[in-house]
């Protein structure tokens, strides 16, 4: 499906609901990003490693959204 049929169906509206969406929760491949470091810094943390959660991020943009998952991390399995 091109842009020019995704405008078309959706509404302006409807758009900006995903795109508020989009922002809460991530689909696609910040998510997998997201997943992949959580993976990463359980593993380097059980090897002793003192590396933070954001130092496995590959994109700025994920990088700067969510602080919170590293704090929610260290809560759970408290390192």
Known sequence: MGVAELEHRLSDAEILEWAQF????????????LMLAQIMMMLSSFMGAKIRFDDFFIS???KQKDKDIEKEMRLCFGF
């Open 22 to 33: 989009y922002a809460l929760e991530p689909f696609g491949d910040d998510r997998v990003e």
């Open 60 to 62: 700025k943009r994920v």
